[in-house]
């Protein structure tokens, strides 16, 4: 804050939270120390770069004015982050009940006997804000373990449990499948080879009915037998796979 006898001025530095390809405001606050009106001005060394408003004004005895001063969006970031850019804040004392209209330029002439105070201001770019990190629910002190950390990095005991019991779920799962498949194949396996002895068999039978004969009666009742038989394993074989 300056201690000038017309006006406090804060703050004195002009701080810009820097973003390329952004335009950036920061505030003035003008307060009148006096009993009476008092005239105030802006001036920059890069008035192209700024926008002042009111860049010029009035400030009622006893009472404060607001000044919006805006950097205009930048296409290249400045070494080092510094800036060299100036402003001057002048004030005087006016006529009372004087409006903005009323400023003209012969208001800070020295020359013409007007006592003028001038504040410089500087300009100091300042990083952004960060937004705030995430805090892990229950992360704070007394609070419950399952959402914890220790300071070295390793899981407490409710979590390292929890994640033993994760993976070992997921170990048993391929070998489950795993054995699922090799009985699937031992079956299958089976029944191509129950299938191709039912064809051997219905073979045999039609060879020994086509050569006749007594015996063949009881021949056929045997193999008929068998291929009953073998039907059943095959019935009981489809069933399981």
């Known amino acids: ?15 810009f939270p820097f973003e390329l390809k952004k335009q950036i405001s920061c505030s003035l606050q003008l307060s009148n120390k006096t009993d009476s009106y008092v005239a105030f001005k802006v001036k920059t060394t890069n008035p192209k770069k700024y926008c002042v408003r009111p860049n010029t004004g009035i400030v009622l005895p006893r009472s404060t004015c607001d000044v919006i001063v805006t950097m205009q969006a930048q296409k290249e970031a400045p070494l080092d982050m510094q800036c060299k850019d100036k402003f001057l804040l002048q004030s005087v004392k006016t006529n009372d009940g004087a409006t903005p209209k009323d400023i003209t330029p012969e208001v800070f002439n020295k020359d013409a006997g007007h006592v003028v105070e001038e504040c410089k201001l500087r300009v100091v770019y300042v990083s952004p804000p960060q937004p705030p990190s995430p805090v892990p629910e229950g992360s704070e002190e007394g609070s419950s373990p399952r959402a914890s950390v220790t300071e070295n990095g390793n899981l407490n005991g409710s979590e390292f449990s929890n994640a033993a019991k994760g993976l070992s779920e997921q170990i048993e799962v391929p070998k ?8 699937i194949k031992k079956l299958s396996e089976e029944k191509s080879n129950a299938l191709q002895t039912n064809k051997r068999l219905r073979q045999e039978l039609e060879l020994l009915r086509n050569q006749g004969g007594k015996s063949h009666g009881g021949v056929s009742i045997i193999v008929v037998i068998i291929i009953g038989l073998i039907g059943l394993l095959l019935g009981y074989l489809m069933k399981k796979s």
């Not at 300056?2 to 701080?15: A, D, M, N, Y």
């Open 1 to 15: 804050m300056s201690t000038g006898e017309l006006l406090s001025i804060e703050p004195l530095e002009l701080k």
């Open 176 to 183: 489950r499948s795993a054995e699922e498949n090799a009985l």
